[in-house]
């Protein structure tokens, strides 16, 4: 299992990003997962950096490469119980694949970078 996840620097935070992403990647794996087997998790480095903008915004699922779960809910409380979301299942494995290449493209060029265990 992958899973690609944004990196949220708080704001006014002026750690440095490497300390951004050790606290995320500390409570991530303490609080967050609940199993004992762990994911590869991937995230987006310009999310810490305070000079870019950039964040990890695409909400997408694969499943079996054969589904695909595109929505515009942020996977929180929030989002599922009081926000107006829409989301798309699409069973095609044509498109399930190119959503796989297009996001493993992303990791193998770095632009993703792994989450420290």
């Known amino acids: 299992m992958t899973l690609l996840l944004n990196i949220h620097r708080r704001q006014n935070d002026t750690s440095r990003p490497d300390e951004v992403v050790r606290r ?12 004992e087997t762990r ?53 095609s494995r044509t498109l399930a694949l190119g959503v796989i290449r297009h996001l493993q493209g992303l990791i193998d060029r770095g632009l993703l970078r792994s989450l420290p265990e």
């Open 24 to 35: 995320f990647a500390t409570e991530f794996w303490k609080d967050d997962w609940p199993g």
């Open 39 to 91: 994911p590869n998790v991937f995230y987006d480095p310009r999310s810490v950096d305070p000079a870019v903008r950039g964040v990890l915004h695409a909400k997408a699922l694969v499943a079996d490469e054969e589904r695909v779960f595109v929505t515009s809910a942020n996977f929180t409380a929030a989002a599922q119980d009081d926000n107006i979301e829409l989301g798309l299942l699409v069973r």
